[in-house]
């Protein structure tokens, strides 16, 4: 619908300010993550994921728009890629879940079918009915968001049953398919995501596997020390970990590279004792996440 008047802010600007501040963001805060979500503030939960998410998605975008520059300092064609569109995406990638991860995503999507909706729940989906229908905006529904920013939202870009290779996610229901084809009206390709939509599931997946191992630790579910002195532990670690996930190993990777991989990952581990709360403790932990993170980003090339 038509927008009020434009304000000091571009338009992808204004996209991002709406999404941070709906009600519908704010209540990842009480959304868990690892632990329960009134356990401290050490602990993270959606709303501090999804600002950190943000903030990885937005460097990646900035890293390969620098990249482009100064490999192509004289061209006059720009790069198809907005480093606003990618954080606005990052930021509402997790607003549609809800709380016990996919578990509770699970048993919404039985009773939603059980009472008649054939198009079930989905989280990513969820996503993206809140933010064109149910958020409240400055008009009469949703956050009224430009189509590049829904477009790098749609991580599944399909309905329900449409793409056989993943039957058990979808981006978008049938309540909203008419604005589901406004937003992927300029795709050539279709079920395939933007680039700032793929950026924005990349740095979902770094910052929820960094900040994880960071949770897990802290909690003491992941004894991280014993695995980094202990190889009998580490030994352990591996048979349980590929006897129970044997047949769902990662793309090309077998048993053999993901031993070899973790092996070499401990060794950069600074980390000897269970994790305290005291100041080394913390300044250890903080080293290894940062470095973590550090080296995803710069791992992304164009």
Same mark, same amino acid.
């Given at each position: 619908?038509?927008?009020?008047?434009?304000?000091?802010?571009?338009?992808?600007?204004?996209?991002?300010?709406?999404?941070?501040?709906?009600?519908?963001?704010?209540?990842?805060?009480?959304?868990?993550?690892?632990?329960?979500?009134?356990?401290?503030?050490?602990?993270?939960?959606?709303?501090?994921?999804?600002?950190?998410?943000?903030?990885?998605?937005?460097?990646?975008?900035?890293?390969?728009?620098?990249?482009?520059?100064?490999?192509?300092?004289?061209?006059?064609?720009?790069?198809?890629?907005?480093?606003?569109?990618?954080?606005?995406?990052?930021?509402?990638?997790?607003?549609?879940?809800?709380?016990?991860?996919?578990?509770?995503?699970?048993?919404?999507?039985?009773?939603?079918?059980?009472?008649?909706?054939?198009?079930?729940?989905?989280?990513?989906?969820?996503?993206?009915?809140?933010?064109?229908?149910?958020?409240?905006?400055? !008009?009469?529904?949703?956050?009224?968001?430009? #189509?590049?920013?829904?477009? /790098? &939202?749609? @991580?599944?870009?399909?309905? =329900?049953?449409?793409?056989?290779?993943?039957?058990?996610?979808?981006?978008?229901?049938?309540?909203?398919?008419?604005?589901?084809?406004?937003?992927?009206?300029?795709?050539?390709?279709?079920?395939?995501?933007?680039?700032?939509?793929?950026?924005?599931?990349?740095?979902?997946?770094?910052?929820?596997?960094?900040?994880?191992?960071?949770?897990?630790?802290?909690?003491?579910?992941?004894?991280?020390?014993?695995?980094?002195?202990?190889?009998?532990?580490?030994?352990?670690?591996?048979?349980?970990?590929?006897?129970?996930?044997?047949?769902?190993?990662? !793309?090309?990777?077998?048993?053999?590279?993901? #031993?070899?991989?973790?092996? /070499? &990952?401990? @060794?950069?581990?600074?980390? =000897?004792?269970?994790?305290?709360?005291?100041?080394?403790?913390?300044?250890?932990?903080?080293?290894?996440?940062?470095?973590?993170?550090?080296?995803?980003?710069?791992?992304?090339?164009?």
């Amino acid at each position: 619908y038509r927008d009020k008047a434009p304000d000091n802010r571009l338009a992808f600007q204004r996209d991002r300010d709406r999404i941070l501040y709906t009600t519908s963001f704010r209540r990842l805060a009480k959304v868990t993550q690892v632990v329960s979500a009134d356990e401290g503030h050490v602990f993270h939960n959606r709303l501090t994921h999804s600002l950190q998410v943000a903030q990885v998605g937005r460097r990646i975008a900035e890293k390969l728009l620098r990249e482009f520059k100064d490999e192509k300092p004289n061209s006059t064609a720009p790069p198809d890629l907005d480093p606003r569109v990618v954080e606005a995406a990052c930021l509402a990638n997790d607003i549609g879940h809800p709380p016990f991860g996919h578990i509770a995503e699970n048993e919404l999507d039985g009773i939603a079918v059980e009472n008649g909706l054939q198009d079930g729940f989905e989280g990513n989906a969820q996503s993206f009915r809140i933010v064109t229908k149910l958020a409240m905006g400055s !008009g009469d529904n949703g956050l009224n968001l430009t #189509r590049a920013t829904l477009n /790098a &939202l749609l @991580k599944y870009p399909w309905k =329900r049953g449409e793409n056989p290779q993943k039957l058990n996610k979808w981006g978008v229901y049938d309540s909203e398919v008419i604005l589901f084809g406004w937003t992927r009206m300029l795709v050539t390709c279709p079920q395939k995501k933007s680039l700032e939509a793929e950026l924005m599931d990349w740095s979902d997946d770094v910052t929820y596997s960094v900040h994880d191992l960071d949770d897990f630790y802290r909690d003491g579910i992941i004894p991280l020390d014993r695995l980094v002195v202990d190889s009998d532990e580490r030994e352990r670690f591996y048979t349980e970990v590929f006897d129970r996930r044997k047949e769902k190993l990662p !793309g090309e990777m077998d048993e053999v590279y993901l #031993r070899g991989a973790f092996d /070499a &990952l401990i @060794k950069t581990i600074p980390i =000897r004792k269970k994790y305290t709360p005291t100041r080394e403790a913390r300044f250890r932990l903080r080293t290894l996440t940062a470095t973590l993170l550090r080296e995803f980003v710069t791992a992304v090339t164009r």
